[in-house]
């Protein structure tokens, strides 16, 4: 149930694989992290190198984010999440974007990614 | 349907009569579209771009359809909300530094109209073109009251990402049993619950939106625009014409405890305009005006004005003094009242400035609704 869907892998090494998310152009976002099922962390805005855990032991697993973004400018409707893992084979970075098409409306954009 | 208002004077003493030099302080103040104040028109339509795709397609339009200088074209473009930020953080937009400030508030306004020929109604002789840029250098801080909108959001975003989370779970539930009736239902009601959740988020960030009008502290905005003649559209043989500026600091308070909420405020703002034709000394205006909002319906203001004519100018420098009185009786109701002294009229006298009157309004003012 997401506006803006976007399926990714990672390949996780030895290390511990950090998560970091930031909503864009301005606007107000709040965010679901969940590995599987289970809820790592709801925050509100930018989250910086959340431990989503040890390679061996999240591989497998899907690290699962969700995030609200409500216009709250006034100059633009447009809207971005951009996503980052680290501690793997190499860094990822992706970023999604859309535009709201009602002033003050929201998207719900989620990123599925699989850890391997 | 719009709120359209009869200002009855009940009491007006001396008011000026031959007034040469009417200027008020919002006229001074930065425009908003320096371009169509120097051209002098008021457009209807103006077209206001929101991606460099729709800008390229709309001056291609106007200029292939124009066959040369479009004529009565009217646009106001934000460049920098033209492109994509994704680093551009909701902290960084409430709180911007100067750089950033001038960035998301830059402005471009262009505007052209017919140059007229030499009788009304022989043809124009080519177009004017009026090009003006507008931003705030510093403005002012988010307004205290951001804090508690952002607090009344979150527990609304809050519920959409758990609905968003049952619909997903039930999706994937009536996936492996497309026959779970009880699955479909609940999938139904939660959709719908989702739905009115997020109406309601809209709703409440329209107000958060709205509270960015209403920034607090130093604010430092300024604008500038030049107009040239271009004989038979011919680029080659254009003239510039009228230019001006605009420098506007103002300092807003709000009139009660930080989270409070609450109409009352204290504005301070000074105005400073310069405007300079071709052969002609630049005419400089300056002023100040100091607005108490005491509650939503007393509000008191007094304003000084200041005009420097230019040497050529068969009128003298002159200065207006004025205190203005609001009193909202109901919303649609407005007593006021100005007392003070006017710019010299024609004759070098300063007319007494007394107004004392009712604003009535009719019908109802528009209400937009998020949906």
Redesign the interface.
């Known amino acids: 149930?997401?506006d803006v869907t976007v399926d990714k892998n990672y390949k996780v090494g030895d290390g511990k694989v950090e998560f970091s998310l930031?909503?864009?152009?301005?606007?107000?976002?709040?965010?679901?992290v969940r590995l599987n099922t289970q809820r790592l962390l709801?925050a509100?805005?930018?989250i910086g190198n959340l431990l989503v855990g040890n390679g061996p032991e999240v591989q497998g697993k899907t690290l699962r984010i969700?995030t609200?973004v409500?216009?709250?400018?006034?100059?633009?409707?447009?809207m971005?999440v951009?996503y980052k893992l680290s501690g793997g084979a190499k860094d990822l970075e992706f970023?999604s974007?859309d535009t709201v098409d009602?002033?003050?409306?929201?998207l719900?954009f989620e990123a599925n990614i699989d850890l391997t | 349907m719009r709120t359209t208002s009869l200002a009855l004077l009940v009491f007006a003493a001396s008011v000026t009569g031959a007034r040469a030099q009417s200027v008020a302080i919002d006229d001074l103040a930065a425009p908003q579209s320096p371009a169509f104040i120097l051209l002098g028109v008021s457009p209807a339509n103006v077209e206001r771009p929101?991606t460099p795709k729709a800008l390229t397609l709309n001056l291609i339009d106007k200029v292939t359809t124009a066959n040369g200088l479009p004529r009565n074209y009217a646009l106001s473009v934000?460049p920098y909300?033209l492109a994509?930020?994704?680093?551009?953080?909701?902290?960084?937009?409430?709180n911007p530094d100067v750089k950033q400030s001038i960035l998301?508030t830059f402005l471009l306004s262009v505007g052209t109209v017919p140059l007229p020929g030499a009788t009304s109604s022989a043809d124009p002789i080519g177009t004017k073109i009026g090009l003006g840029v507008r931003t705030a250098i510093f403005n002012g801080r988010a307004n205290p009251r951001l804090a508690l909108a952002?607090a009344e959001?979150?527990p609304v975003?809050?519920i959409?990402?758990d609905l968003?989370?049952k619909?997903?779970e039930l999706?994937k539930v009536i996936a492996k049993n497309p026959k779970d009736a009880e699955a479909t239902k609940n999938l139904a009601a939660a959709?719908q619950e989702?739905a009115t959740a997020?109406k309601e988020?809209?709703?409440v960030?329209?107000n958060?939106?709205a509270l960015?009008?209403e920034r607090v502290g130093f604010f430092l905005t300024v604008a500038g625009g030049q107009v040239w003649s271009v004989l038979d559209d011919d680029t080659s043989r254009a003239r510039a014409e009228k230019r001006g500026f605009w420098v506007t600091p103002s300092y807003r308070w709000r009139g009660c405890a930080a989270m409070a909420e609450c109409e009352s405020s204290f504005e301070a703002i000074a105005v400073v305009r310069t405007l300079k034709e071709p052969e002609l000394d630049a005419v400089v205006d300056y002023g100040a005006r100091a607005v108490w909002k005491a509650n939503k319906q007393f509000t008191v203001s007094i304003e000084a004005l200041r005009r420097n004519q230019s040497e050529d100018s068969v009128e003298d420098d002159s200065n207006r003094t004025v205190g203005l009185l609001e009193y909202r009786i109901r919303q649609d109701l407005i007593l006021f009242g100005s007392f003070g002294k006017d710019f010299k009229d024609i004759t070098g006298t300063k007319p007494l400035v007394s107004l004392l009157g009712l604003n009535l309004g009719f019908g109802k003012a528009s209400v937009i609704k998020?949906?």
Not at chain 1, 22 to 32: A, I, M, N, P, T
Not at chain 2, 84 to 94: C, I, R
């Open positions: 149930m997401a930031l909503v864009g152009e301005g606007q107000f976002g709040r965010s679901d709801r509100s805005g930018s969700r609200v409500n216009d709250t400018v006034a100059a633009t409707n447009k971005s951009t970023t974007k009602k002033e003050g409306g929201n719900i | 929101e934000a909300w994509s930020h994704p680093n551009l953080t909701f902290e960084q937009y409430q998301q952002i959001l979150e975003d809050d959409i990402l968003a989370e619909v997903a999706k959709e989702l997020r988020a809209a709703s960030t329209l958060l939106q960015d009008a998020a949906r």
